[in-house]
């Protein structure tokens, strides 16, 4: 049974920092692109980042320059680091792997159907 598991949420200050880590243990071709969507009640699930095995990356405008994502040489484990936290950042924050699609597909939710059960991250003063 493929599984995706997160790891890494917690608490954070404002302007702080976290580290998110998502293991994959699927087949290659199932985590080509590997990427991180966060949701917070009454809101729909907003694509974060992603990254391919080529090592393409996309960033939703809203994380760009604060936030970067990586995966390991194995391309087993994907990571979020987060940097200049604000509160709007707290969400719970999952985790979504797909075989090849578009780039163009990478930050939508529907494109993905392997998903972590996700881990929280609360930033607060």
């Known amino acids: 049974q493929v599984q995706l598991v997160e790891s890494g949420g917690g608490s954070g200050q404002p302007g702080g920092s976290l580290r998110l880590s998502c293991a994959h243990s699927g087949s290659m071709d199932g985590r080509y692109w590997m990427a991180w969507f966060r949701q917070v009640p009454g809101k729909e699930r907003e694509g974060v980042a992603a990254?391919?095995?080529?090592?393409?990356?996309k960033f939703a405008d809203f994380v760009k320059g604060r936030f970067t994502v990586s995966r390991q040489r194995d391309n087993n484990t994907m990571y979020l680091q987060m940097s200049g936290l604000n509160v709007e950042d707290t969400a719970m924050y999952y985790c979504?792997?797909?075989?090849?699609?578009?780039?163009?597909?990478?930050?939508?939710?529907?494109?993905?159907?392997?998903w972590g059960q996700g881990t929280q991250v609360a930033v607060s003063s």
């Open positions: 979504a792997a797909n075989p090849p699609i578009s780039i163009l597909q990478v930050l939508s939710m529907d494109a993905y159907k392997l």
């Open positions: 990254i391919a095995q080529d090592g393409r990356t």
